[in-house]
DNA sequence: CGGCATCCGAGTAGATACTG
DNA sequence: CAGTATCTACTCGGATGCCG
């Protein structure tokens, strides 16, 4: 597995990192998470896909992302944009033309988001070969 | 809202990486898209806080994780927890004493998806309160 | 065209009980 | 202790049809 390989004094900035973050989940139970709570709505596949899609075109229509969010039905796309729109990554706008022009695009707040999401999409496109064949390989034996 | 404000060149650099991502991908349908396959399984909120909990935590046992990862069950624990291992984000050793003793660890692998994976939570603390309060505004008008 | 409403089947989650 | 088994409940996704 060809990748760059982790020291020892990257895991204790990482460490010290999580200690930040989770320092003071630490002792109580937690009803309430942010990464769960937060994040989850904003990390799952199409979502993710959305938005990365909205970073690459700045301006896109309904038919365009269904498109190119390969997979995605009507119903789960226009779910998942609702929510996003609601959370603020982004914003919709309609025209009131005939027929009608819906346009979305990301907000600022978004776009925040979509620097943070690229880097891991770098990282699972660099990596998902090494992903499968693990997979493969832990099928096996 | 506060937050660093993205400057045009910022969007820029993010354009040109989403091309590099994107660009092969603009003619063809996508079929097989890694970041919808391989990222889908470890980017659910569950498989999130373990990982990163387990970047917290260098070794933990079935029950600890289980105290930790808050609100999640038995069943789905060890569904993602074999997922994880199976993709090698996670390493398991099974100690046969009486009890069993099981633990789990991230391997190198795990550890170099954790830095990514840290960034996001960072953000995704920080900026929880923005969308607790921009999905509230949203439900009222 | 750009959606939303509805229905239905499949998969998933959660609770609980149980076992090697 | 570290799970599995089982059952139920619910959510999700896909297909379809409708409407402005």
């Given at each position: 597995m060809e990748m760059e390989t982790i020291t020892e004094n990257q895991k204790v900035k990482v460490a010290e990192k999580l200690k930040k973050m989770f320092g003071h989940m630490d002792?109580?139970?937690?009803?309430?998470?942010p990464i769960r709570d937060v994040m989850a709505l904003a990390s799952d596949k199409w979502s993710i896909l959305i938005i990365l899609y909205l970073g690459y075109y700045p301006v896109m229509r309904f038919n365009h992302l269904k498109k190119r969010v390969y997979g995605i039905s009507n119903k789960v796309l226009s779910e998942r944009l609702k929510v996003l729109e609601a959370d603020g990554y982004l914003c919709r706008t309609m025209f009131p033309e005939v027929p009608v022009r819906v346009e979305y695009n990301l907000t600022d707040f978004g776009h925040s988001y979509l620097q943070k999401l690229i880097e891991l999409s770098e990282w699972a496109t660099t990596y998902s070969d090494t992903v499968i064949s693990n997979r493969k390989r832990f099928r096996k034996g």
């Open positions: 002792r109580r139970e937690m009803e309430y998470c």
